[in-house]
């Protein structure tokens, strides 16, 4: 080390020891110098303490670990390694961070919460599947899957060595070890091995588990389960030995403790009927149950546990009457334990009452005889040499003789449970290899020790000392495998205490020595052990005690009480008693007792493990074994075992001793870590080079070191040397390996301190630069601040002179304008005195000429006036008259008028007419108001005007007056003036009596118009009221409809989701299937290959009857039986059986073939008949030909009538399976399905119905020719011209074909060139006898059909009895229901039923209307068809007739030519070239084959195939290609199975062909987008829906096995490339690593997994997307392969990141923000990010958030809450407890923290798991897309080699 480096200075902190918390942390306040005798030190609480230092009695303190390495995975990764560093870790681990798992080099350090913690659920087990020991958070799961790992890379056996106090939770550790391979190694068959395994567990600890004082569930005994395993790994069977059952518990118990669990449970379960004969009550009635004084158990009830012990029996194969046998042995023990037995008053012998009932009882259990036992338990039997005797037994010894014969009985009992679970988990192959459990006691001592704890402590021993070489050889085993130099480490060796136990002349040999002396005590035996072993260095006598001895342990000094030991050692019971119960009339109890005498040793023999070396034989030969000696053969045994494995190491600490959850006591912690070995791993690792870096993480770690021309060196190991030469002086200190470099204890701890004095002063130089930085900015901000100061002060300044200024100018202008203003006001004052005195006197003399002038005037106004009132009165008269001629004339006409309006007023109409014309009657008379309005001002207007026009006229005449006075002064002149001046007055004032009249007419019309408005306003008014009440109705209705809307909505939604989830069961009973169907394959092919049998083998009548693999209906040869065996079926299977019943439609579709088998037939015999026609057509032939013409046509037209009635038949039928499908999809109710199947049975017996009349007519026509040609035979052999013409006119109606058949049959049964109606006597007889057969037939039919009528008519009263009866109790129900509830309940209730009921009969009907159109189609469809027929047979027959006229010689028919037709888009293909044709296209062909092509290729010329089969109605060559085109996908998706390329494209063709389907079938929902080409295209004969449903099966399969495929390839790059890759280089900091990253289960010396980024990730996905888009694969399903990727990364990478500490870090959320932001950018830049798979990433996100995020106050609490909404409050704890700094800068998020969170988040409903299922998967939708591509212009390359299709 450096010269400048000491570790004791200033600011170092050390531990010094503490009595209450064994270890307490303090801090150096000065620095210490060597030699010093104190140290001065500062506790946490700042309490200043000088510590004294002495090299030999109190040497210098622990040195603490930088705070960086606390809370670390692996205790190894401490940089000081010593006993208060591990407690510390492991006390900050499982408090703060609660985390009860710690590794320790090879040992996991489990340590008992006291509390079910959701960390062993499945997702856990998946995740830790898989993966290093050293990558994930220490737990059991990485124990077991590394030791199988292991087991499956080094072919070598496995142990895991569970261990620990009572109560620490080894049993619940090795269970779960158990159940990781259970699930893990799974059984490959049907056998559920891995099931018996874990089932042993309640039976083991009913039987073998008690409560003690520190444990609940303490397991009272040791055991080894070694799991085997087949060649492939997985489980086939177990083998269980147990150690030392710790029998004494049977018959004693401490205060608070109980007995084994088995007993409170049959006594909580006595009241069961079965256990009546057992006689048990309560266990406070029984001695043995209530010693402890505590029966019960907190939160366990023993009647459910025995209910669970029942199961695991019965599931491990114990019968039923065994299990009875095994509960009464355990209550007879119980009736033992009460059995009073009574001293005498010599108090030498003692007897037992015979009415005693527990003996009773328990004699009866065992069926012993009551007197012998009675007898024998008082007394014993000596024998001596020379002869036998009995002898009495004190009280004492009696009730010792009792307690050990219920102590053997129930070992005995105990080892035969064993033994039969060995049995029923043994297995008949071949073991491989197997991995063994361990469950066995730790170190213990307490007040008294006795026997058994001595026999557990040297078991611990001898597993101490097995565990110290094994660590040893490991530590040596890395020094070599480095190739460094290493010394011999000095670790403890306990061999001297193992060897005063077990060697000659030893403890055990002393005891079993003193056994044999007949008189031995254990006061003698003590008294040896002294003399014996006195001079041990691990052997002492106590100073007061004579009967006990001390024994100097590995983990503690231990004081043995002598007493008992003998005793124990012995278990002695009586061979008397032992006799009587191998004589029991039970067999189990005498097979007890017979088995162990008569083989000892078959326990041991079972081991497979050879023994390296003899074991010790013991020194006597009696035949009789003492308990210490058994113990020590299985010790040894076990300990070959564990030598011949290899050994993984679980040690469990129990925290405190009241079962405290989350409670931690330090000095309990560290007397177990003591105890168990880890503080001794810590001590042998520190001796030695305990730190250890590989070069590339040292370099990483510690580069901030280096130089800059360091940097640029390439070797980085070169640099690594050069870097710690430079830095550490010593060279002892360091070593270099091949891969790592070795460091002695601290050394890592003073590189840290380097490290971080070089972080320290980068960030005094950062913040150096920082604050002068900051402190230029501020005076260049206070600079600034000062000059706009300044600036604005002298703007103010100026500002304010400037306005003084302005002021002063503006009082000099107000002065000089007021002097202005006053000089100007006397100046006018003058001027206007002036200017008045002018006015008066100019006017004065102006008035005296105008009133001349006024004078003159007036007199003229005068005269106009006088003449203008004679010419008005005169006019006035003459109007008058005419105005009343008018108003006589108008009265008359307006009293007509009202009298029709008074009329029209009465109707309804008028009324509707006047509102209606309210509003513009009140605009008119609004605006008539106005015309008024502007009348009377304008006639106002006139009248002043007129008024001025008189005054001036009167001023003139005035005037004129005063001049005629002037010249002629006449009087009369004057007085003829004043007349008319009088009556121009006179008129003036009627004028004005008009004017006023006027106006209040005016007046009152325009009142009676306000009036009038006014009324018209309110009733507006009321208008509008009305109006808004009906708009607010509307309102209301609206408001109420769209609630209605919302809650529609809000069903849909639901609707939805409940959709998705069956869509999802759906589709996961789809991949069970197919995996069952897989499964079912692979043992089909392991059947042939182990037994192969040449020849034709039959399928099992079990197995579906198709005869290909695919899973569908079809149609197989071997079906049988007809259609009324197929309703019977129906009715005898039930009706919701028959609706899952494939068979029925193959039946059903057996009918529809012998009706198109039968039409076949018809066929040839009327092409037979044509041959016939035409060939007699060539010899000569009378003018009958063309009425042969005619019958030849009626025959073609009978024959396409049977055609078109066999297509109709067919066509019901597959409406009827299709109708029967659609309801078995459904969650229909009965009735419906009962409904659906009588439709189904009554259309059934219609066709049948049918079938026989047709089968009738043909017989009853065959009769009819057989008659006939008889009759003709008798009339003298008539000619076939005369015989003709008969038939044709013959009365009763004989069909042509018919006839033309049966004249056939009397062909072929005659010699082929006979004459048909030449017949002779036999042919007579012959034919006849045919028609009386036929005829008998027909009637035995007619009697069969009636009969089977009869019956079925009577069971479908039946069954609609028994569905009235249900309707009537369902009724009743209601009825009840309805009764007991209110009337408004009531009301309510009967509504929502009336509306169920309603909604029902409305789905129904529209069901009714749908079905109604789509038969209406159909019928429209085949009428079109019969159109064209007829259409063409008439064109057919015109020709043949104009043919026959224009050329009458020729008697053949002339056959038309037709044109050429066009490509229509169909490929033909023969019946013999299918095969190749599957081979080509689907078997052999590749992707790259047709990648220049048209994307789904195959599935185009597979339809197109599929369209001519149809065309020519060929429904077996459908099927067949059909079949055939489903089972050669399926092999070749299983040829291909982990080809992501391959299953692409078949996915993509089974898509589009399942696309075809629908977009070719004639439905409309299918053909909304079609062209009218493609319209035409459709299919026309054949409705392939089951078909459509299997395509659509079977793409949701290869969906699947997509999924999978894509996740195999990208699963382990996830984890590498989105956690441990640096996508943001120089981000990521390294720790220190511990053991278990430097020595996992992978080859460090070998290239090992490539380590995979972010780009060979978003390269990969994008290469599927890529594969996907270019195999013509639907967007919507490339979207959801991409969201089920994506949700496998995220779940992955979230798993890992909450059950890895290393990774939770801010530059692990930085990096890990960066990179999904990267996939997101990826979905962008591909138009995917609108398809859910962003909202996959959201948890990760919020994860990486977290990580970033401030969190320390409780404003960052309440943010956190608010972010993290995708994450569960159990993963947002498990991040915050992970979380760890990467420096000494960052802080650690604190416990008052995370409570916050806790209580912040405590009201969320998430789920209990803490990992998210990476094996779920999104229910797959292939929504409808059809093709624009048109058939007719799709090419075919040559590549492809199909020269055998043909266009059509």
């Not at 759906?1066 to 995996?1075: D, I, P, V």
Request: aromatic share 8%; charged share 25%.
């Amino acid at each position: 080390m450096t010269s400048n480096y000491y570790p004791y200075s200033k600011f170092t902190r050390v531990w010094i020891p503490d009595p209450d918390e064994v270890w307490k942390a303090a801090e150096i306040t000065k620095d210490y110098k060597e030699g010093d005798p104190i140290l001065h030190l500062k506790l946490e609480d700042e309490t200043p303490l000088e510590y004294p230092i002495s090299p030999k009695n109190n040497p210098l303190p622990f040195l603490r670990n930088p705070d960086i390495l606390v809370g670390e995975n692996d205790l190894t990764a401490l940089s000081y390694l010593h006993e208060p560093a591990v407690l510390h870790n492991l006390k900050v681990r499982f408090l703060e961070s609660n985390h009860i798992y710690t590794y320790c080099g090879i040992v996991l350090v489990a340590i008992n919460p006291y509390e079910q913690l959701q960390i062993y659920g499945e997702e856990v087990i998946n995740a830790y599947t898989g993966q290093n020991m050293g990558d994930m958070d220490p737990h059991i799961f990485a124990v077991a899957e590394e030791a199988y790992k292991q087991m499956a890379r080094d072919e070598r056996n496995q142990s895991i060595i569970v261990s620990g106090e009572s109560g620490a939770g080894k049993t619940v550790s090795a269970k779960y070890a158990m159940r990781f391979f259970a699930t893990v190694g799974g059984s490959a068959n049907d056998t559920n091995v891995e099931e018996k395994v874990l089932a042993s567990s309640p039976i083991m600890e009913a039987i073998g588990n008690a409560k003690t004082t520190r444990n609940d569930n303490s397991s009272r005994f040791g055991k080894y389960i070694q799991i085997c395993f087949s060649r492939h790994y997985h489980i086939i069977g177990a083998n269980m030995r147990t150690y030392l059952l710790e029998k004494s518990r049977v018959v004693f118990q401490a205060e608070d403790e109980r007995n084994y669990h088995i007993f409170y449970q049959l006594c909580a379960s006595s009241s069961l009927p079965e256990f009546k004969d057992l006689g048990l009550t309560s266990a406070e009635d029984f001695t043995y149950t209530s010693l402890g004084e505590n029966i019960f158990i907190e939160g366990v009830n023993d009647a459910e546990d025995l209910i669970k012990t029942r199961e695991a029996f019965t599931l491990l194969g114990i019968k039923d009457n065994n299990q009875s046998s095994i509960f009464k042995i355990i209550a007879s023990i119980l009736h033992l334990g009460n059995v009073e037995i009574c001293s005498e008053r010599d108090g030498e012998s003692c007897h037992i009452s015979g009415n005693d009932p527990h003996l009773k009882h328990f004699c009866r259990l065992l069926g012993v005889e009551l007197q012998q036992m009675e007898h024998w338990l008082c007394h014993r039997k000596l024998v001596t040499a020379s002869e036998t005797y009995v002898k009495n037994m004190s009280c004492k010894q009696a009730a010792n003789a009792r307690d050990a014969l219920a102590k053997h009985i129930y070992a005995r009992m105990f080892d035969w449970i064993v033994e039969h679970i060995n049995v029923a988990l043994h297995t008949s192959s071949k073991q491989h290899s197997f991995i063994g459990v361990l469950d066995i006691y730790g170190f213990e001592t307490f007040e008294v020790n006795s026997f058994e704890q001595f026999c557990i402590n040297y078991a611990n021993e001898k597993l101490q000392q097995q565990f110290n070489s094994h660590v040893f050889k490991l530590e040596q085993e890395e020094y070599m495998k480095e190739q460094i130099p290493w010394t011999l480490i000095d670790f403890y060796d306990n061999q001297p205490c193992i060897d005063l136990i077990e060697a000659k002349l030893g403890i055990l040999d002393l005891l079993d020595e003193e056994c044999k002396v007949p008189k031995g005590t254990d006061q003698n035996w003590a008294q040896k052990l002294y003399k014996q072993h006195s001079s041990s260095a691990h052997f002492q006598k106590p100073r007061m005690s004579n009967t006990s001895f001390i024994i100097i342990h590995f983990a503690d000094k231990v004081e043995y009480q002598c007493e008992g030991f003998l005793e124990k050692n012995r278990d002695t019971v009586y061979e008397e008693q032992i006799n009587i119960l191998k004589a029991s009339q039970f067999q189990l109890v005498a097979d007890l007792f017979h088995e162990k005498e008569d083989g000892p040793a078959q326990k041991s023999s079972r081991v497979n493990v050879r023994s390296a070396k003899s074991v010790p034989k013991a020194p006597n030969k009696e035949h009789r074994k003492t308990v210490g000696h058994q113990f020590r053969n299985s010790l040894h045994l076990l300990m070959e075992t564990l030598n011949a494995t290899t050994p993984h190491y679980v040690r469990c600490i129990k925290p405190n001793d009241y079962k405290e959850a989350f409670s931690f006591d330090s000095r309990r912690a560290v007397q177990q870590l003591r105890a168990c070995g880890v503080l001794e791993t810590i001590r042998i690792s520190a001796a030695g080079y305990p730190s250890r870096w590989t070069y590339p993480d040292f370099f990483n770690r510690y580069r901030v070191l280096m130089k800059k021309s360091d940097m640029t060196v390439a070797d980085k190991k070169l640099v690594c040397k050069n870097l710690l030469e430079t830095l550490i002086k010593e060279p002892d200190m360091f070593q270099f390996g091949k891969t790592k470099i070795f460091f002695r204890a601290g050394q890592v701890a003073y590189l840290e301190k380097l490290r971080a004095d070089k972080f320290r002063a980068a960030c005094i130089k950062i913040q150096k630069t920082v604050r002068g930085w900051l402190q230029r900015v501020r005076y260049r901000k206070i600079r600034k601040s000062a000059i706009t100061i300044q600036r604005y002060g002298r703007g103010y300044l100026a500002r304010r002179y400037a306005e003084y200024l302005r002021l002063t100018r503006a009082a000099i202008i107000c002065q000089k304008q007021y002097r202005m203003v006053r000089d100007r006001r006397a100046y006018l004052r003058v001027r206007q005195a002036v200017i008045t005195i002018q006015a008066y006197t100019r006017g004065m003399y102006t008035r005296r000429i105008y009133w001349e002038f006024l004078l003159h005037h007036k007199a003229m106004i005068i005269q106009k006036t006088v003449r203008g009132w004679l010419q008005r009165k005169k006019f006035r008269r003459a109007r008058d008259a005419a105005i009343i001629i008018q108003c006589a004339f108008r009265r008359m006409r307006a009293k007509r008028q009202l009298k029709q309006l008074k009329i029209e007023a009465r109707s309804a109409e008028h009324l509707k007419k006047l509102n209606t014309g309210m509003e513009n009657k009140i605009v008119q008379l609004q605006r008539k108001m106005d015309e008024q309005t502007k009348e009377y001002k304008s006639q106002t207007e006139q009248l002043l005007l007129a008024n001025t026009t008189l005054g001036t006229e009167v001023n003139k005449l005035q005037k004129e007056l005063e001049h005629v006075r002037s010249q002629q002064g006449d009087g009369n002149q004057i007085t003829s003036l004043q007349d008319e001046l009088e009556r121009l007055r006179a008129e003036l004032r009627e004028a004005y009596a008009q004017r006023k009249r006027l106006e209040e007419e005016h007046n009152s019309e325009k009142l009676g118009l306000t009036q009038r408005v006014e009324e018209l306003e309110r009733e507006n008014s009321l208008l509008k009221s009305e109006k808004e009440e009906m708009n607010q109705r509307i309102l209301q209705h609206s408001k109420s409809t769209e609630d209605e809307e919302s809650s529609v909505s809000q069903k849909e939604a639901s609707l939805q989701s409940e959709l998705d989830d069956e869509r999802q069961r759906y589709q996961n009973l789809l991949k069970e299937f197919s995996r069952l169907e897989q499964r079912y394959e692979n043992l089909k092919e392991e059947v042939s290959l182990t037994k192969f049998h040449p020849g034709h083998r039959r399928n099992p009548s079990n197995q579906s009857s198709l005869e290909s693999d695919s899973n569908y209906p079809s149609v197989s040869t071997s079906e049988v039986g007809d259609t009324e065996d197929s309703i019977q079926l129906v009715e005898e299977m039930g009706v919701e059986k028959a609706a899952m019943d494939i068979s029925l439609f193959m039946k059903l579709q057996k009918r529809v073939r012998e009706l198109e088998q039968e039409r076949k037939r018809l066929q040839m015999n009327v092409d037979k008949m044509e041959e016939l026609v035409k060939h007699k057509s060539t010899e000569p032939r009378s003018p009958t030909s063309e009425q042969e013409t005619a019958d030849l046509t009626y025959n073609n037209l009978k024959r396409q009538e049977l055609e078109t009635e066999n297509k109709k038949l067919k066509n019901d039928l597959n409406e009827l399976r299709k109708t029967i499908a659609e309801r078995a999809s459904q969650n229909s109710s009965s009735n419906e399905l009962q409904d659906s199947y009588n439709l189904l049975l009554s259309q059934l017996k219609s066709a049948n119905e049918e079938l026989d009349a047709r089968k009738e007519e043909v017989l009853i026509l065959r009769t009819q020719i057989v008659s006939t040609a008889q009759q003709q035979e008798k009339n003298g052999h008539i000619q076939e011209s005369n015989n003709m013409p008969e038939l044709n006119n013959s009365k009763e109606p004989i069909d042509k074909e018919e006839a033309v058949k049966a004249y056939h049959g009397l062909c072929e049964s005659k010699n082929k060139t006979q004459d048909w109606g030449y017949l002779n006597e036999d042919g007579e007889l012959g034919l006849a006898y045919q028609g009386l057969k036929q005829v008998a037939r027909l009637l035995e039919a007619q009697l069969q059909s009636q009969s089977r009528q009869h019956k079925d008519e009577l069971e479908a009263l039946h069954t609609q009895i028994e569905l009235l009866k249900g309707d009537i109790e369902k009724k009743q129900e209601i009825l009840n229901y309805t009764m007991s509830l209110s009337p408004e309940a009531q009301v309510e209730y009967s509504i929502q039923q009336e509306i169920t009921r309603l909604t029902n009969d409305n789905l129904d009907l529209k069901e009714l209307v749908e079905k109604l159109e789509k038969n209406e189609r159909k019928l429209k469809k085949q009428l079109r068809i019969y159109m064209k027929k007829v259409q063409e047979l008439e064109a057919l027959q015109a020709t043949t007739a104009q043919v026959s006229k224009a050329k009458p010689e020729l008697s053949r028919q002339v056959t038309v030519q037709r044109k050429e037709k066009e490509f229509e888009g169909m490929l033909e293909y023969c019946k013999e070239d299918e095969a190749l044709l599957v081979k080509t296209l689907i078997t052999d062909i590749r992707p790259s084959t047709v990648s220049a092509t048209v994307p789904c290729l195959p599935a185009y010329i597979l339809f197109m195939c599929i369209r001519h089969a149809d065309y020519i109605n060929d429904d077996q060559k459908v099927e067949a290609l059909l079949t055939s085109t489903i089972n050669a996908i399926k092999k070749v998706l299983k040829k291909n199975n982990d080809d992501f390329e391959m299953t692409s494209f078949w996915l993509a063709n089974t898509s589009r062909l399942l696309h075809c389907l629908k977009q070719y079938s004639g439905d409309e929902v299918f053909m909304t987008q079609n062209t009218p080409k493609q319209n035409e295209h459709c299919l026309k004969n054949f409705d392939l829906a089951e078909y459509r449903q299997v395509l659509s099966d079977l793409s949701i399969q290869i969906y699947q096995q997509l999924i999978k495929v894509a996740e195999g390839i990208i699963q382990p790059m996830i984890v590498s490339a989105m956690l441990e890759s640096e996508s943001i280089p120089s981000l990521a900091g390294v720790k220190p690593m511990g053991y278990r990253n430097r020595s996992s289960s992978m080859d460090n010396d070998g290239s090992g997994p490539s380590s995979y980024t972010l780009q060979a990730l978003i390269r990969q996905v994008g290469q599927f997307h890529g594969i996907m888009c270019d195999h013509g694969l639907d967007p919507e399903i490339i979207g959801q392969v991409v969201r089920q990727l994506f949700h496998c990364i995220n779940a992955i990478t979230l798993n890992n990141l909450l059950l890895r500490k290393d990774v939770c870090s801010w530059s692990t959320g930085m990096q890990l923000r960066y990179n999904t932001s990267q996939m997101e950018e990826w979905l962008r830049g591909n138009n995917l990010y609108h398809s859910k798979a962003a909202a996959t990433l959201e948890p990760i996100i919020q994860a990486a958030q977290l990580l970033q995020v401030k969190k320390k106050t409780s404003q960052d609490a309440e943010a956190i809450c608010s972010l993290c909404t995708a994450l569960t409050t159990q993963q947002i704890v498990k991040i915050l407890n992970l979380y760890t700094p990467l420096n000494e800068f960052e802080e650690r998020v604190t416990v008052s923290f995370i409570r916050n969170i806790q209580n912040r988040l405590q009201d969320r409903n998430d789920p209990p798991q803490l990992l998210v299922d990476t094996k779920q998967t999104f229910p797959v939708l292939f929504p409808y897309t059809p093709s624009a591509l048109s058939l007719e212009t799709l090419h075919i390359p040559a590549s492809l080699s199909l020269d055998f299709l043909s266009r059509v």
